[in-house]
């Protein structure tokens, strides 16, 4: 397959605004969990990983000053900011042109700017920014980026379906860069709902783990620069390989019984990337830590026949970031394969799942070439895709 | 062959196109509700799931149901027949539905049942447990309808191996106005040459705006 490089990534998460920062709080063994008495998100305390909003607003400036754009921080929603602020890190000092024709900016979030239903906001901002396609816009309009973006909007996989598409677009000559964003900020409207599903972990989530009791949720926002252009020698690239999406084709919110259609998904994008199972040095797992999303993956795993390969997730650091898990699990999983290390995954102490899978209890150095990042969501629906070294 | 539709299905302006063929028209519309249940009435569907769904859902499962009412699933290998839909307000006819549940804390009764639907996939996964669809999956938006966009998402998974059919489409509601166009979209039309009551029509941008106009 023509090769696609991943060049660049940002994570903003309750652990920091760059990649490297929020690796140097994975290696520090950080969770950014914890509980928030805040009466705007939730009438009673709840335990959510959240973005640092002083500093949202003190980085959000500069960025303002950088673009040479007027002091007008108040006409950009949370997300906006977040996202604005995120692509503006990921494309710092690369060969970037903003007219470029053959550049695509391809945004993944859920629910996007959901916060403008709440009443304090339906005087400040135009009714028409809760479209997902005129938040795009707004980014796209920042930056200046010629293309109308493309937008998907598919449960907690939208990220990784975002990097598939990219890499698809890429390939087939259409474009020469692709700039793909996720996001999604916590609210009420989904704190409500996940605790009205009683799929809320009243402690820091534990994925995996005997017990875990749900999810955790967070706000985040990641960015990952993909290109056809092959990286200055000496630098070590990291190719976007093989992906594939498939569906359970069994209930709207509960994932498959059996895991083969997540496996069939891994299997797919395996095969696509020309490698087989035994290749895969790690998984990042979507890991959410709800009794039966965990429980499925590790059988999907296990009918993969990759049981012993190690495996984690990177939701017991940032919780749940929706359509923004995607993005910010795959930066985090380059950052994995650029330093050979695999990062503990938090909250996990006892197995908790019937299969044997090799879930990473101690952050270990060791040579990380091949991964598979997977999700799964709401609506039946998984992810998989494939990273190599170049 | 050229990738072909082999089937459509249209909803607007109250009418109810099936291949070229009106089969329901509401000339004054009240609700969407009491429209989509006079045509699940005449169409005789049965489906006990399908009461539980929102307004998104059952537009897309109904223009599912019609599209490939005369199908023989066995025709495609499992897995092999993708969903790829667009709208352009993705979920919010229920995001709203749920934000009013909230609106009063000493009125607080957010429910499951309406937030599952706030994800504009959803109406993916209701169309894929009804058949039995495995392939791949996509919920797009754009501000108007994209033909453009559709085109080369589907075209690509069928070019590339992805999928040898899709059925593909634009399923857009928000309170009583809709609008929605669903093709079933195949790299080889061979298969379907049994069916007498429509001839494909290559599979391409212009054919995909005709669609959506002409009707």
Same mark, same amino acid.
């Given at each position: ?80 900011? !977040? ?5 503006? &890190? ?41 479209? %997902? ?10 930056? #200046? ?42 609210? $009420? ?20 783990? %005997? ?48 895991g083969e $259609?997540l496996s069939l998904?891994m299997n797919?994008?395996i095969n $696509?990337?020309?490698i087989v199972n035994t290749d895969i &040095?790690?998984i ?13 993956e590790a059988k999907a795993i296990s009918l993969s026949r990759m049981n012993g390969v190690?495996v ?24 994995? !394969? ?10 996990? $102490? ?5 299969e044997t899978i090799n ?13 598979l990042?997977?999700?799964? #969501?709401?609506? #039946?629906?998984?992810?998989a ?6 | 062959? /050229? ?26 519309? *009240? ?167 429509? *001839? ?9 705006? /005709? ?5």
């Open positions: 397959m023509k090769p696609i490089y991943a060049i660049s990534e940002n994570i903003i998460s309750s652990l920091g605004f760059t990649a490297t920062e929020n690796t140097n709080g994975l290696l520090n063994g950080k969770t950014g969990i914890a509980v928030h008495h805040d009466n705007v998100l939730y009438p009673n305390p709840v335990v959510l990983s959240l973005i640092d909003t002083n500093k949202l607003e003190h980085s959000f400036k500069a960025v303002l000053d950088k673009y040479k754009k007027e002091h007008n921080a108040g006409s950009y929603t949370r997300l906006e900011k !977040m996202l604005i602020l995120s692509i503006s &890190d990921a494309i710092q000092g690369l060969p970037v042109r903003k007219d470029d024709k053959k550049l695509i900016l391809i945004l993944s979030t859920t629910k996007g700017n959901i916060d403008l239903l709440e009443d304090r906001y339906t005087a400040k901002f135009d009714h028409k920014r809760i479209y %997902l396609w005129a938040l795009a816009s707004v980014i796209r309009d920042f930056f #200046g980026f010629v293309n109308t973006p493309l937008i998907i909007s598919n449960a907690c996989i939208s990220g990784v379906i975002a990097l598939i598409k990219a890499s698809r677009l890429l390939r087939s000559g259409k474009f020469n860069y692709a700039i793909v964003a996720g996001g999604d900020i916590a609210t $009420e409207f989904v704190i409500s709902g996940f605790q009205s599903f009683q799929a809320l972990s009243p402690e820091p989530c534990k994925p995996f783990d %005997l017990n875990r009791k749900g999810l955790s949720l967070g706000e985040g926002c990641g960015t990952i620069v993909l290109t056809i252009n092959p990286p200055e020698t000496g630098t070590s690239g990291i190719l976007i390989d093989g992906g594939a999406v498939t569906n359970d084709a069994n209930h709207i919110s509960g994932p498959s019984r059996t $259609e998904a797919s994008a $696509e990337s020309g &040095d790690y990042s797992a979507h890991g959410t830590a709800t009794p039966y999303n965990d429980e499925m190690p984690n997730s990177f939701k017991g650091y940032w919780g749940h970031t929706l359509g923004a898990a995607g993005i910010i699990e795959s930066a985090a999983l380059i950052r994995s !394969m650029k330093s050979n290390c695999l990062f503990r995954s938090a909250g996990f $102490e006892t197995p908790g799942v019937t879930v990473i209890t101690e952050t270990t150095y060791k040579p990380v070439n091949t991964c990042k997977t999700a799964s #969501g709401f609506g #039946g629906c998984n992810a895709l494939v990273f190599q070294k170049a | 062959m /050229d990738k072909q539709i082999t089937a459509y299905t249209y909803f607007g302006e109250g009418k109810v196109v099936v291949n070229k063929r009106l089969i329901f028209y509401q000339e004054k519309i *009240a609700t969407f509700a009491e429209f989509i249940k006079s045509l699940y009435k005449q169409e005789q569907l049965s489906y006990p799931k399908f009461y539980k769904m929102d307004s998104l859902s059952k537009l897309g499962f109904i223009s599912a149901e019609l599209l490939l009412r005369n199908e023989n699933p066995g025709r495609f290998k499992p897995g092999s027949l993708a969903v790829v839909l667009a709208n352009s307000s993705s979920s919010l006819d229920t995001d709203l539905a749920h934000q009013e549940s909230i609106r009063n804390r000493s009125a607080y009764f957010p429910s499951p049942s309406v937030f599952v639907y706030t994800l504009a996939n959803i109406v993916i996964g209701e169309i894929c447990i009804r058949h039995g669809l495995k392939g791949e999956n996509a919920f797009l938006v754009s501000e108007k309808f994209n033909a453009g966009q559709l085109e080369e998402y589907v075209s690509d998974l069928l070019d590339n191996n992805h999928a040898e059919a899709c059925i593909c489409g634009w399923v857009e509601i928000l309170g009583n106005n809709f609008k929605a166009l669903m093709a079933l979209v195949e790299k080889d039309g061979s298969g379907a040459a049994l069916k007498t009551e429509f *001839a494909p029509l290559p599979f391409t941008e212009a054919a995909m705006n /005709d669609l959506m106009k002409v009707n």
